[in-house]
């Protein structure tokens, strides 16, 4: 069957598709390889960007020096150790040529003077006694490899090397017909022995390169660093680190400005809200006190009770828009003693009629906001003693963090209401009524502290059988 008959018949598309089939199976398979080890190697690189950029720096000069040193290590240094072992070869040949073609006396005199003044080698003529055996060979040499070739291949007789008993002299016996003639020559004449003094330029040379890279690359990361400190401190609500100001490379100021400016919207973004929510609350309680007055003069009856009750409703509410509002205003973080802060919750809680016990484990002084960390705790305290009868706080500071739950025996919250009761104005229907009495913002006062010292707070299930609540934030 002919190409175009076998196409024709749908015999070559099939094994076309079936071809490309395969192909798609093997790239699938080094695809999903590759990015299995670049995973791999993503866990194992470092993840700051000073170390990171120490490595980018670091890497390309060792890989370079690495393949410089292999070069000359297995060209130059070899090629020079060769012409040298040649040399010297060449010069124990012609001495052995003397030997065997001249007549000499008996002490061999001119010829060890010739060695000594023209070779520079110390010859002598030693009695026919067999040769030393073999010492063992370093795990390293290239001397006696490149020596002995020279020796076979320019002398052809047996021969002893020892390159490793005197670290400045190779000594090399020649068994001749009758003698043996014993040579020591400098190991200079035989190896390239300066060599280590190429490598010490190298590495002494990187060293002090890659010193100068670290400072100059400590000064382009600092400014990083500080205008991230700078982003953290102000998502924690505190203030702007004292020196700051954007610095370094063009990029990093264009984004420490872009940072502060962004700041500077926010804050009077918060500022504009807070004025118009303090504005809008001021203005309605001159109306509530002016409807007390009223009704404080009107005939005494059930609709006029009816009414002096939605009106402390109302009041009640515009305490929590007035609360709330004052959440948002900046404050200078300071030292406050949390022993201090429970021990009023506990007094708190006695006023309330409810039993009451708090423990700290750790430092007592921390460092937040001391007027909104007080408003957050009493949030959260006054939400348990309004649905329970016995409230248990333990506080933890350890390693600059603070962990604080409180567990109490009311009712709780069911799980699937536990992120809403965050919402502003959300009032649970089920179980448990967190602001019963009041606006529903209770809780949102309480998280938005939190986040605004760089914490969160989580809402679980009590060992006391009602609701626990666990607030996590630096201090």
Not at 286 to 305: E, V
Not at 406 to 418: L, S, T, Y
Request: proline residues 5%; without cysteine.
């Amino acid at each position: 069957m002919t190409l175009a008959q076998q196409d024709r018949a749908g015999v070559a598309p099939r094994q076309r598709r079936s071809l490309r089939r395969r192909l798609s199976r093997t790239a699938r398979y080094f695809g999903l390889k590759w990015r299995g080890w670049m995973a791999r190697m993503s866990l194992t690189v470092p993840r700051g960007l000073y170390a990171r950029s120490l490595i980018i720096i670091i890497a390309p000069m060792v890989l370079l020096q690495s393949v410089i040193a292999f070069v000359f290590m297995e060209r130059h240094w070899q090629t020079v150790t060769q012409r040298l072992s040649t040399a010297v070869t060449r010069d124990i040949a012609a001495i052995i040529d003397i030997i065997e073609t001249y007549p000499q006396d008996d002490t061999y005199s001119e010829v060890i003077r010739i060695a000594r003044e023209r070779l520079a080698l110390n010859v002598a003529i030693l009695p026919p006694d067999p040769l030393p055996a073999p010492a063992p060979k370093p795990f390293f040499s290239i001397l006696d490899q490149i020596l002995s070739e020279e020796i076979i291949r320019q002398i052809g007789k047996p021969f002893w090397i020892d390159t490793v008993g005197n670290s400045n002299l190779v000594e090399i016996r020649i068994r001749l017909d009758d003698k043996v003639l014993r040579v020591f020559a400098r190991r200079s004449q035989a190896y390239a022995s300066n060599t280590h003094i190429f490598l010490l330029w190298m590495v002494g040379t990187s060293l002090v390169l890659l010193f100068i890279a670290i400072l100059f690359l400590r000064n382009q990361i600092r400014p990083i660093q500080q205008l991230a400190e700078a982003a953290d401190s102000f998502g924690k609500g505190h203030g702007m680190p004292q020196g700051f100001h954007p610095r370094g490379a063009i990029e990093v100021r264009r984004a420490g400005l872009a940072f502060i400016r962004m700041r500077e919207r926010i804050e009077k973004q918060i500022e504009q809200r807070t004025e118009m929510l303090t504005g809008v609350s001021h203005d309605l309680r001159t109306i509530l006190t002016r409807f007390k007055l009223q009704l404080a003069m009107a005939p005494t009856s059930d609709d006029i009770g009816a009414m002096e009750k939605d009106i402390e409703d109302m009041q009640s509410m515009l305490e929590g828009y007035l609360q709330f509002a004052k959440s948002d205003i900046e404050e200078e973080t300071g030292e406050l003693d949390l022993n201090a802060v429970l021990e009023e919750t506990v007094t708190q809680g006695k006023v309330h009629g409810r039993t009451v016990a708090a423990s700290v484990i750790g430092r007592n002084d921390i460092v937040v906001r001391p007027v909104a960390f007080r408003r957050l705790i009493a949030n959260l305290a006054s939400n348990a003693f309004r649905h329970g009868e016995r409230l248990e706080i333990v506080a933890r500071v350890s390693k600059g963090r603070l962990t604080l739950t409180m567990d109490d025996d009311g009712p709780g919250i069911p799980p699937e209401q536990r992120q809403a009761v965050f919402r502003p104005f959300y009032r649970a229907d089920n179980a448990r009524n967190l602001d019963e009495s009041g606006t529903g913002l209770g809780l949102s006062i309480a998280r938005d502290i939190a986040r605004k010292h760089g914490g969160d707070i989580r809402l679980e299930d009590s060992p006391l059988g009602g609701l626990r609540v666990s607030l996590h934030m630096p201090v």
